[in-house]
């Protein structure tokens, strides 16, 4: 068995084929891992839906915070924003079952055989990868049960910045879900910088990528990750060193979809079918 974890895809159906083409996978003996943000903003986010839930058992897919933004959308918890293009899901038929099945996929995913773990966007420097799972298993148990619609809209806002175990309600299940699908930037007591979006260098101190920060303590940990589709495009950055790998690599914007297969962490890379544009 062989196992491909993919970048944001974000309604990017053609280049998922295309890619899946040239690795030749098979679903019968291959597996993939698809780091989140299936839908939104690109051409066929209903086509990804379809395509990546009909995978089953040979798919593993965590959320992220368009695929959040959709389940808010969904049960009428948030508004769709201009360049939102969720429409194709929420008119579907099979609406139902594709937005059951995304509720149900979890935050954090790791494989001890493998030795990876993996997640959307980030981890704050104070948590273990069993701190981790024990909070993204918090949120998964909110989505998965009649207090979905609360937690959904509850989840909007840049506070808290900084994680305390004292958190409670609202303002704990928030900073979760933040981290998980939003973080890029934290400072070296965990902090986080939730609205910078700019490539490494672009930030102001005293705020690091948070796979940098000295003191994060899941350096050990080989973590997939995505959301962050300039994270290559600011000064060096050495990513062997923080043992992290970034797979976003702005197909919507223009840039390509890539596969990491890792077994030997060889990459595979098609080119966008999207317009180039510079955003994130």
């Known amino acids: 068995m062989t196992t491909y974890a993919i970048g944001d895809l974000q309604g990017c159906v053609e ?24 839908v939104n903003r690109g051409p066929d986010s209903l086509g990804v839906l379809r395509f990546v839930a009909g995978l089953g058992d040979a798919a593993i897919t965590v959320l992220g915070n368009h695929d959040l933004h959709l389940l808010a959308v969904a049960c009428g918890m948030a508004r769709p924003k201009r360049k939102d293009t969720l429409d194709d899901i929420l008119r579907a038929p099979d609406r139902h079952r594709l937005l059951e099945w995304l509720r149900r996929r979890p935050l954090l995913h ?9 997640v959307h966007a980030g981890l704050p420097p104070q948590w273990t990868l069993t701190e981790a799972a024990a909070r993204a ?9 009649r207090q979905m619609p609360a937690l959904l809209g509850s989840m909007y806002g840049n506070q808290p910045e900084l994680w305390d175990k004292r958190l409670r309600g609202d303002e704990r299940l928030r900073f979760i879900i933040n981290c998980f699908t939003r973080l890029r930037y934290c400072a070296e007591d965990g902090r986080a910088a939730w609205e910078e979006k700019g490539p490494p260098g672009t930030q102001p101190a005293p705020f690091k990528p948070w796979y940098a920060v000295q003191s994060r303590k899941t350096r050990r940990t080989r973590i997939l990750f995505g959301h962050w589709s300039t994270v290559h495009l600011g000064s060096r950055q050495d990513f062997r060193a923080a043992n992290v790998f970034p797979l976003d690599r702005g197909c919507v914007w223009g840039g390509a979809l890539i596969a990491l297969r890792l077994e030997d962490r060889k990459l595979f890379r098609v080119a966008s079918h999207q317009p180039r544009v510079f955003e994130d």
């Open 110 to 118: 790791r494989d001890r055989r493998l030795g990876f773990a993996m």
């Open 137 to 145: 298993a918090e949120v998964e148990s909110t989505l998965a049960s």
């Open 15 to 38: 280049e998922l084929t295309e890619l899946l083409h040239r690795i030749r996978f098979n679903a019968r003996r291959d597996r993939l891992w698809f780091v989140g943000d299936l």
